[in-house]
């Protein structure tokens, strides 16, 4: 009888609900949560400078083109070639058309805004999981709900960061020397 009541009583025992989380366990849960939303916001704000950089770039490029082959069609139509001056005019509306039509300064002024929003939302987790730290669990909830609920905000305001620039930014944010933020000082073991 007691090998089969203790045997029973063990099988009571694992069918009941499990204890709910320790108190420490619920704030080394959310700090680690903090901690990888930290490093979630650095990444971000780094593809964001990545893709305002692109923008501001192509906008150079295809701005220039336009005054290089508007300037290009005006000196061939004075100089009687009125073919070339008409492939230079074309080429010369097209390029203009391209940087009107995508925005590219507008588009880099957003994904710049975004990055400093991110890079905000990276200082407010170090600072709630370095120095900020309740002991209360509910306390640690309710701070990790308000940076959850700032990311939300910061990613619907946020431009799409292109595929490619997403790739390449992400390439490059593990590489010394080659971020605009500051890394997170617990980055290094992910």
């Known amino acids: 009888m007691n090998k089969q009541d203790s045997h029973s ?12 989380p320790i108190q420490a ?3 080394v849960r959310t700090r680690d949560f903090i901690q990888e939303l930290e490093r979630d916001s650095w990444l971000q704000a780094e593809r964001h400078v990545t893709a305002s950089g692109f923008w501001r770039t192509y906008q150079w490029v295809v701005g220039g083109m336009s005054a290089v082959f508007a300037a290009i069609a005006a000196g061939t139509a004075f100089a009687d070639y009125p073919n070339y001056a008409g492939i230079a005019g ?3 509306a ?25 890079h905000s939302l990276q200082l407010a987790a170090r600072d709630a ?12 909830r309710k701070q990790l ?7 939300a905000d910061i990613t619907s305001q946020s431009p799409r ?7 390449v930014s992400s390439r490059y944010a593990d590489k010394k020397g080659a971020n605009y933020f500051p890394k997170p000082r617990l980055a290094t073991g992910r």
Not at 145 to 151: G, H, I, M, N, Y
């Open 9 to 20: 009583t063990s099988i009571l025992e694992d069918l009941t609900e499990p204890e709910p």
């Open 25 to 27: 366990d619920v704030v």
């Open 90 to 92: 074309l080429i010369a």
């Open 94 to 118: 097209a390029t203009a058309a391209l940087a009107t039509a995508l925005r590219p300064g507008d588009l880099s002024a957003q994904h710049l805004q975004s990055a400093t929003w991110y």
């Open 129 to 140: 999981w370095e120095f900020d730290r309740p002991s209360d669990p509910e306390e640690s």
């Open 145 to 151: 709900r308000e940076l959850a609920d700032r990311w």
């Open 161 to 167: 960061v292109p595929r490619r620039l997403y790739r």
